[in-house]
Nanobody, 120 residues
Framework: QVQLVESGGGSVQAGGSLRLSCAASGFTSSRNCMGWFRQAPGKEREGVARIENTDRTNYANSVKGRFTISKDNAKNTLYLQMNSLKPEDTAMYYC??????????????WGKGIQVTVSS
């Protein structure tokens, strides 16, 4: 059974940093596409960053240069380092994983989400 459990969220002032973690079980993270999504109140869910089995990464324009996605395959854990946070980054953040290595095929598994709040 695949499980994704997020941690590391919280409240921070604008300009600050947070690191989200996603502990994966039930599959090998090195073989699967994994990513981070977010949803703010009243808005649609949007992709933030993703990483494929080749370690190729992709970022939303709004977070490029500020966020970094990475994996620790030994720990089966996905990370999202978020720097220079802005109030518009406030959202529920979700970890997701696909059943395949390429993110082209989409995400099949989702975590429950974790709140990130950035105050001005």
């Amino acid at each position: 059974q695949v499980q994704l459990v997020e941690s590391g969220g919280g409240s921070v002032q604008a300009g600050g940093s947070l690191r989200l973690s996603c502990a994966a079980s039930g599959f090998t993270s090195s073989r699967n596409c994994m990513g981070w999504f977010r949803q703010a109140p009243g808005k649609e869910r949007e992709g933030v960053a993703r990483i494929e089995n080749t370690d190729r990464t992709n970022y939303a324009n709004s977070v490029k240069g500020r966020f970094t996605i990475s994996k620790d395959n030994a720990k089966n854990t996905l990370y999202l380092q978020m720097n220079s946070l802005k109030p518009e980054d406030t959202a529920m953040y979700y970890c997701a994983a696909g059943a395949r290595g390429l993110c082209y095929y989409g995400m099949d598994y989702w975590g429950k989400g974790i709140q990130v709040t950035v105050s001005s």
